[in-house]
Nanobody, 116 residues
Framework: QVQLVESGGGLVQAGGSLRLSCAASGSIFIINAMGWYRQAPGKQRELVASIISGGDSTNYADSVKGRFTISRDNAKNTVYLQMNSLKPEDTAVYYC?????????WGQGTQVTVSS
């Protein structure tokens, strides 16, 4: 089992920045990759960014490339999402995800609201 706890959401003006954190605990050695997803009202949950556990390979949605950066601190078992140049369309609940061979785990979500 893996437990994920997110933090760092909030309200920010367009053009501003936020950093989300996701602290993992439990059987973290079985995690293959971690990522951030988001879900806006009335829309499907979508992948924002992901990072492979065994290396530095990252993947981003086209809509956030150049603005968001995913990173991790292995010593703290924490994954971060640095979000710069935020836009109103980035408003959503952001979820941390951990993928293993057998299952996926989700955090509780953190609200990000970008005002115009």
């Amino acid at each position: 089992q893996v437990q994920l706890v997110e933090s760092g959401g909030g309200l920010v003006q367009a053009g501003g920045s936020l950093r989300l954190s996701c602290a993992a605990s439990g059987s973290i050695f079985i995690i293959n990759a971690m990522g951030w997803y988001r879900q806006a009202p009335g829309k499907q949950r979508e992948l924002v960014a992901s990072i492979i556990s065994g290396g530095d390979s990252t993947n981003y949605a086209d809509s956030v490339k150049g603005r968001f950066t995913i990173s991790r601190d292995n010593a703290k078992n924490t994954v971060y999402l640095q979000m710069n140049s935020l836009k109103p369309e980035d408003t959503a609940v952001y979820y941390c995800n951990a993928a293993t061979i057998l299952a996926e785990y989700w955090g509780q979500g953190t609200q990000v609201t970008v005002s115009s």
